[in-house]
């Protein structure tokens, strides 16, 4: 049987990605070795890394604009305290607006003064706050752009001067965005790009250099731009398949027409939502998910007959965070539409037993 896999993360891939993949851990390009046992400092392995990193500048159409890519270990979570150790001086500020921008603002806690500018926390993050002002003494604003756990994402980037941080580990490459707007962004791989294992970094170098302390070599920024990469051995299986998964979004033209398909996908996931009185979204419309769609059954005791029906369709992955409860599908890049449609079947299924 089919399965149409709605994980949150790590979430599906591109099926030709993980062939691609597969076969390079047998033998990358007919070298007589496996992708993961030939040196990181091998020319092959040299090649794959720096196309990843120019991809990823292409991608975000940051190619020539100052800007560098990275590829880490550590997972997003690193990134909160590397983040702050590198950029943060005097303080800080955030929009809270779910459990990871609550970690990010806990990390960066240890290193300086740091405000919640924005918080949407008593409404159980199911919305975005948009109306706030921003410090003008602030060293960074750090905004989560899709919130990965509640379904909520961000349609707007503030105006302002203050340099600006994301974490974009759900939303990365989903739509077309001026990410010229950020100085520093980040994002986990397995969501949206690849296998666990690496986090891209897209840093504007001129922000580097600037805070007073001495940040060990490992959470430099610097280390890993002069290295390329390379400061110590990257995970080169990750880094492989979120190359992979790059050509493939440049095959499919580019993140601007995989936006247009994430559109469809979510509009028709929620009208059904909307429709269908057996079921209730959780985040408001405004700030609705394109990545992760959250909602709820209106009588919870129609649970079993749903997760039933679900199941014998093939369908995994559709349980909520603990935090929300009810149903999350995660309709990531990688996911087709026909997954979509068997979601949405299923829900009118329900409705045509009841
Ligand atoms: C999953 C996730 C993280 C944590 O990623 P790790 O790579 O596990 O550290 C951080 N932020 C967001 C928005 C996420 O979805």
Wanted: hydrophobic residues 40%.
């Amino acid at each position: 049987m089919k399965i149409h896999n709605f994980s949150a993360g790590p979430s599906i891939l591109p099926t030709e990605v993980m062939h691609q993949a597969s076969e390079a851990v047998k033998e990358l390009n007919n070298s007589g070795l496996s992708l993961i046992e030939i040196s990181h400092r091998s020319k092959a392995f040299i090649e794959i890394i720096e196309e990843a990193c120019d991809l990823a500048l292409k991608l975000t159409n940051l190619k020539g604009k100052g800007y560098k890519a990275l590829f880490l270990q550590g997972g997003a979570s690193q990134q909160f305290i590397m983040s702050a150790y590198n950029l943060l001086e005097n303080k800080a500020g955030f929009v809270n607006t779910g459990t990871w921008s609550t970690k990010a603002i806990k990390e960066a806690k240890l290193l300086g003064e740091v405000i919640e500018i924005a918080s949407s926390k008593e409404t159980n993050f199911n919305y975005i706050p948009d109306s706030y002002q921003i410090p003008l003494d602030l060293n960074y604003l750090h905004l989560t752009t899709n919130n990965t756990i509640f379904g909520t994402q961000l349609k707007e980037i503030p105006n302002t001067k203050v340099p600006l941080i994301a974490d974009m580990s759900s939303d990365i490459f989903s739509r077309k965005f001026d990410y010229s707007k950020f100085d520093l962004f980040y994002a986990g791989a397995q969501k949206n790009m690849g296998p666990a294992g690496t986090t891209l970094v897209i840093i504007k170098e001129d922000i580097l250099g600037k805070v007073s302390r001495k940040i060990p070599s490992i959470l430099d920024y610097s280390s890993h731009v002069k290295s390329g990469s390379m400061f110590n051995t990257p995970p080169v299986f990750a880094v492989y398949g979120s190359l992979l998964t790059m050509r493939w979004i440049e095959e499919q033209g580019g993140v601007e027409s995989i936006g247009q398909k994430n559109i469809i996908k979510s509009e028709y996931l929620y009208n059904e939502i909307d429709r269908n009185p057996l079921f209730t979204g959780f985040a408001v419309k405004k700030d609705r998910s394109e990545m992760n769609a959250t909602f709820n059954l209106v009588n919870k005791s129609h649970s079993e007959s749903f997760d039933a029906i679900c199941e014998s369709a093939g369908i995994s992955g559709l349980k909520g965070h603990r935090s929300v409860g009810g149903y999350r599908a995660s309709i990531y890049n990688a996911l087709p539409k026909e997954s979509v449609d068997i979601l949405v079947d299923c829900m009118q299924n329900l409705e045509q037993k009841i």
